[in-house]
Nanobody, 124 residues
Framework: QVQLVESGGGLVQAGGSLRLSCVAS????????SGWFRQAPGKEREFVAA????????YYAESVRGRFAISRDDAKQTVYLQMNFLKTEDTAVYYC?????????????????WGQGTHVTVSS
């Protein structure tokens, strides 16, 4: 089992930045694929970014490519999502997810473990 706890959400003005953190506990996290998803009010949860177990590969939704960056520090069992140039449409609850293996990084059903989410609100 892996437990995931997100933090770093909050209120920020459009154009600003936030860094989300996801701390894992339980099994050794270094062998897990990690991803970030988000759910805006009234919308389905959607893929944001993912990182392979060895950080060799990263994947981004088109809507955040060039503005967001995912990274991991396995010594701290933590995955980060650096969010820059935030837009009002980035407002959502952001969820961290992990799995030993996925066939498609962008499909939420591929992930076995989920955090409770952290709220991000971007004001205009």
């Amino acid at each position: 089992q892996v437990q995931l706890v997100e933090s770093g959400g909050g209120l920020v003005q459009a154009g600003g930045s936030l860094r989300l953190s996801c701390v894992a506990s339980g099994r050794t996290f270094s062998s897990y694929v990690s991803g970030w998803f988000r759910q805006a009010p009234g919308k389905e949860r959607e893929f944001v970014a993912a990182i392979s177990w060895n950080s060799a590969s990263t994947y981004y939704a088109e809507s955040v490519r060039g503005r967001f960056a995912i990274s991991r520090d396995d010594a701290k069992q933590t995955v980060y999502l650096q969010m820059n140039f935030l837009k009002t449409e980035d407002t959502a609850v952001y969820y961290c997810a992990a799995s030993r293996w996925v066939s498609s990084y962008g499909i939420e059903n591929e992930y076995d473990y989920w955090g409770q989410g952290t709220h991000v609100t971007v004001s205009s």
